[in-house]
Each structure stands twice: as C-alpha cells, then as structure tokens.
C-alpha cells in the first residue's frame, strides 16, 4: 500500500483559479431564488445560455428516505442532461 504525501495531491484551487481552470470562466450564472431554482428553472436558463446554474438549498430530510422518491424525481432529473 503506497503511503500519499502532501506532495503527490495536486493543488487545490482558491478564487479566480478555480472560477477560470475548473468552471471555464463562465459570464452567465443563474444564482439560486427561493421557490424558482428547480429543475424547470434551470433547464430554461441553460435553454437561454446560461452557462452555470446552481441549485437550491436541499433539506435533507426531505430528499434522503427511501420515500421521498417523487422529491428527488422533481429536483433532479439525469435524463433531462440536469448534472444534479
């Protein structure tokens, strides 16, 4: 089992790095509103070219039991192209 040092993990990235490297520097972000930020909401800005969308605030409560499969179906939706 090798042993990982501090060395061999790459660097995480801070501030505009990260904003230019990882997410490509994106001019059009549609930023979370209270009770208009589900997955119509983005899949819409995305439509209109919005280059990142985040989503809302999950209660956990809500998305985490085996029964709340209607909630996650409703605020996720992989075969929509959603990265959820």
Request: charged residues 20%.
């Given at each position: 089992?090798?042993?990982?040092?501090?060395?061999?993990?790459?660097?995480?990235?801070?501030?505009?790095?990260?904003?230019?490297?990882?997410?490509g520097?994106?001019?059009?972000?549609?930023?979370?509103?209270?009770?208009?930020?589900?997955?119509?909401?983005?899949?819409?800005?995305?439509?209109?070219?919005?280059?990142?969308?985040?989503?809302?605030?999950?209660?956990?409560?809500?998305?985490s039991?085996?029964?709340?499969?209607?909630?996650?179906?409703?605020?996720?939706n992989?075969?929509?192209?959603?990265?959820?």
């Amino acid at each position: 089992m090798a042993v990982q040092t501090t060395f061999d993990r790459p660097r995480k990235l801070a501030g505009y790095d990260f904003y230019n490297q990882i997410l490509g520097s994106p001019k059009l972000i549609v930023a979370p509103m209270v009770d208009q930020s589900e997955l119509a909401w983005r899949i819409l800005s995305r439509r209109y070219c919005a280059q990142l969308c985040y989503t809302p605030m999950i209660n956990a409560k809500m998305f985490s039991p085996p029964s709340a499969h209607a909630y996650r179906a409703q605020a996720f939706n992989t075969s929509c192209l959603e990265e959820g």
